[in-house]
Every structure is written in structure tokens, then in C-alpha cells.
């Protein structure tokens, strides 16, 4: 994982960003939830919407990344924000909601953790998550292929193994549905309207780009993003407006504890 995020290169692009999680809040069937816990918050813009949609509740964003958390104190100074890791952080007092927007595709062992999430919850509470599904896409082929074939692939290859395909709709539903009333699995294919492929890779340098970027030098990733964006030019036509196509899978999962 890369070593820090960069809240300002990630809200290039936020109203894109932001959308997965309008959609995935839209789905939470919860009236009055008493405690929110935006789990990878980010710079606070997946968490302005949970408070939005939820006023009379308590909501807290955890996040590992200083700045990004720096960022969502600045945009939000009314809510709590404190530094922690999906993978082990735990509650004083079980939450009504878990939201968890792109961030779970980045934690190992889901077979365990997702349980152990939902196990924070109350009663009735729900477990809601969105992911990128979409390692098989050019955008993420092509970095890895470009990660193998140049002279930075030794500093490369634990970034090109590192993020692996999401396990099945199927295997979700098997690791919740012990603890869960109701577990609803759907995925989305978003076609965000880009300015060419300078854009798709502005883009990914907020995210999926950053493990491949952080240990090379700066005349490395220039090399690297040149040839990167070569591989692109093939699988993005340019469109009849000018604009490129990046079609972006996304997870969605709601379950709620019984």
C-alpha cells in the first residue's frame, strides 16, 4: 500500500469519487442510527454525506492517513476523526453503521474480517461497503504489464503482486449471512466522461496508481507514466466529444446484523 494519500490529488476528481457513495447510502435501510462510523474516510466527503443523511446521529471517521485526516478535520471541524486501521480497529460501544467506501479492497483476509466487522454492529445494525472490482480492467492491467517491462521491476514487483481479485459475490454472501437478517450483493459499472488519457492517469495517481509510484525516483515515474499511458491509448478511444470512457466496476454490500 502506498505510504501516505494525498487528499488533494484524490478531490480532483471528487463529485466522481463521491458518487459510489451517494449510491450505496441510498441503499442502508436504517431510520435513526445512533452511532456512524465511516470506516476510511478519506478527506471527510464520503463522511459530509453519512452526517448529511443521518443529522441526529454521532458519526466518527477513521482513516490511517495523516493527511487525509488533516483534510476531513479541516472540511468537517464539527465531527471526530481518529487515525486507525480496518483491519483491527474496535468500538467502545457496538455502531448502528459501518460505512466502509473504496477502502476494504485494500485489506487482506475479508474472510475474516468482514465477519469480525459486522460483529462491531448492533442489532439491526448495518455493514455497508463499496469496492473497486476492477483488477481485470485495462487501467489496472496495464500497470501491472508496465510494471513488469521496464528497468524499475524490481522495485516493482511486491506493487504488481500486491492487490489481488475481490473473492466472489457468492463467497460475501457465505462469510455474512450467519450473523446477518439480510445480506444485499450488487454491482455497478460507472462510465466516468474523462479529458483523455492525462486524465485517467490524474486520476488513478490518487489511488490505484500510488503503490507503483512511491518507490521509484522522479525520473522513474516519469518513465513509468509515459510508457503506462501508451498501454492505455489502445483501450480508451478518444470519443466523438473528445473525451475518453473510463469504465469503473464497482462492489456493493449491505448486511445487516440479525
Known amino acids: 500500500m502506498a505510504k501516505d494519500w494525498s487528499a ?14 451517494r449510491d450505496l447510502l441510498a441503499h442502508i435501510p436504517l431510520d435513526a442510527p445512533r452511532l456512524c462510523v465511516d470506516l476510511g474516510c478519506g478527506p471527510g466527503n464520503s463522511t ?58 485494500w485489506v487482506p483476509d475479508h474472510d475474516t474480517l468482514f465477519p469480525r466487522l459486522l460483529s462491531l454492529l448492533a442489532p439491526g445494525g448495518c455493514l455497508a461497503v463499496q469496492m473497486p472490482d476492477n483488477l481485470d480492467q485495462p487501467s489496472h492491467a496495464a500497470m501491472r504489464e508496465t510494471a513488469l517491462d521496464g528497468p524499475w521491476t524490481a522495485k516493482l514487483a511486491e506493487a504488481a503482486a500486491a492487490r489481488t481479485k475481490l473473492p466472489s459475490v457468492g463467497a460475501y454472501y457465505d462469510m455474512l449471512i450467519a450473523q446477518a437478517a439480510r445480506v444485499d450483493i450488487w454491482h455497478t459499472i460507472y462510465q466516468h466522461q474523462l479529458d483523455g488519457i492525462p486524465a485517467i492517469i490524474e486520476w488513478l495517481k490518487g489511488t490505484g496508481l500510488r503503490p507503483f509510484l512511491d518507490p521509484l525516483d522522479a525520473d522513474e515515474r516519469t518513465a513509468f507514466l509515459a510508457a503506462y499511458g501508451k498501454r492505455l491509448e489502445a483501450h480508451y478511444p478518444v470519443r ?19
Not at 8 to 21: A, G, H, V
Not at 65 to 74: I, Q
Open 8 to 21: 488533494q490529488q484524490y478531490l480532483k476528481f471528487e463529485d466522481e469519487r463521491t458518487r459510489p457513495s
Open 48 to 105: 459530509e454525506l453519512v452526517a448529511a443523511r443521518f443529522p441526529d446521529a454521532e458519526v466518527i471517521g477513521i482513516d490511517t492517513s495523516p493527511d487525509m485526516l488533516t483534510a476531513a478535520r479541516k472540511r468537517l471541524p464539527g465531527l471526530r476523526f481518529e487515525a486507525g486501521d480496518a483491519s483491527h480497529f474496535t468500538l467502545e460501544a457496538p455502531a448502528d453503521l459501518i460505512f466502509a467506501n473504496a477502502v476494504l479492497q
Open 240 to 258: 466523438a466529444d473528445g473525451k475518453v470512457l473510463l469504465a469503473f466496476p464497482r462492489l456493493f454490500l449491505v448486511a445487516q446484523r440479525a
